[in-house]
C-alpha cells in the first residue's frame, strides 16, 4: 500500500514538474474576418492609420505565449481593416487624409493570451481590444471601443488549447465587431462638404 501511495505521488509530482517545462507557445497571427459586401462606401475615399498601443509588445512575452517576432502586428491589422472596407464598397488609402473622404485611425490596445493549468483540466483566456476614431470634415469626429474577451478549457494540461486559434478567433470576432458596426460604416461614407 506505501508503496501504491508512493507512486501515485510520483505520478502527481512528474505531471506538476511536466507542466512547469512546457514552453510558451509562438502566436502566429491569420485572422480571417467574414464580412459580407455591400455598397455603403459608394466608392468614398477613407484614410487608414492603424497604430500599435499595447503596453506589451509584439516580442513580449504573456503568460502562456508571445505574439510572432517575424510577424507585423500593424500590417496584419492594415491588411484586414483595408480588406473590409474593400468589401463595403470605401476606397482605402494609406496615410493620405488630403485625398480621402475621412479618416480611420484604430489603434490596437490590448492582444492578450494566458492560460493556467490546474490538476486535471486548464483554461485560457484571450482578450483583444481597439480604439477607433473616425473623422469626417462634414460629420466631425466619431471614437469607438471594441473589445473581445473569449475563455476556454481543456482536459488535463495548456498543451491541449491551440493559443494561434484562440487569439485568432479573438481577433477575427474583434474585426467582425468592428465592420458590422453601420453607424461607423454609415459615418466613414458621409459625403466630405465641398
Known sequence: ??????????????GYLSACATPPQTIHLDPQPTIASSSIGSGQTVAVQVTDARPQTLTATYAAAKIDPNQDVVGIFTQQINQGLRQNNFVPVTDNAITAN????????????????????????TQTEISVTAYNNKSGTLTKTYRTSNYS??????????????????????????????????????????
Open 1 to 14: 500500500m506505501k508503496k501504491l501511495i508512493r507512486n501515485i505521488s510520483l505520478l502527481i509530482s512528474l
Open 102 to 125: 475621412s479618416t480611420l485611425q484604430v489603434k490596437i490596445m490590448l492582444l492578450n493570451y494566458s492560460s493556467a493549468e490546474g490538476f486535471v483540466s486548464a483554461n485560457s483566456k
Open 153 to 194: 478549457d481543456a482536459y488535463l494540461t495548456a498543451n491541449n488549447i491551440n493559443g494561434s486559434e484562440q487569439v485568432n478567433a479573438a481577433v477575427t470576432q474583434l474585426l467582425n465587431n468592428m465592420f458590422h458596426d453601420q453607424n461607423l460604416l454609415q459615418f466613414l461614407a458621409t459625403p466630405a462638404s465641398s
